[in-house]
């Protein structure tokens, strides 16, 4: 994982020189979507070479000593390449966060709703390409601790929405913090019309979702969803 603030305290110009070739994931044009993939496959290539290299430089100092080897200058440069590498990748340039906290107002925020938009909107590509379930996990907790200003609020509505309109995913489950974060009449419209479609991945998922917001002090846990499914929700009133 990238260490130290680095990335996390760049501004916007530098987030979009590292990362603006992302946005072409979320292109609906196929082709945008392949120049991003190979422009991605070549920035992972640049990780694993300059992590084989500082693992290289670890091994040659390690004799030096615990305290002496953090000083070798091969070492340290051999390290700051890797983060480099690192920021500029995914999805290890969404790892990390804003250095004051406030997320609403960090420059790497659209990277990581970008990261999350993604997986929602092409599945098998983010899986194939960029999979990293806990990096997922992570970022959705994220986001729906932040401070949901109006643009944000929109873009954590629509993905609540793309989400519950297919078949679960791993983590899924996490949208249900997203979706109590930005509860509104414009989302729970839009989870009644998937409930009510033709799709039983989307009626069962946006249901139990907005069974849960009416009920916000019932757990989203593994065994609430299992049983929700199960068509057992009565049980745990």
Known sequence: MAEGAGADADDACAWAERLGWAVG???????????????????????????????????LTRPLGADEQYRESAFLQ???RHQQAQRGSLPDGVWGGPVDGDLAAWPGLPYVLLFLEWEARYPLEWTQHAKAW?????????????????AIKAKLTDLVEIVVHRAYRCKDREYVRVARAVDSADLRGRLDRAADSDSPWARCHAGYVLWLLDRPDLPNTRRVWQTWVAGEAAALL
């Open 134 to 150: 806990g990096t997922k996990q992570s970022l959705i907790r994220k986001v729906a601790r932040a401070r949901q200003e109006e």
């Open 25 to 59: 994931l979320i292109a609906e044009d196929p082709a945008a979507r392949g120049a991003a993939l190979v422009h991605l496959a070549e920035a992972q290539r640049k990780v694993t070479d300059a992590l084989a290299r500082s693992n290289e430089m670890w091994l």
């Open 78 to 80: 051999a390290r700051r």
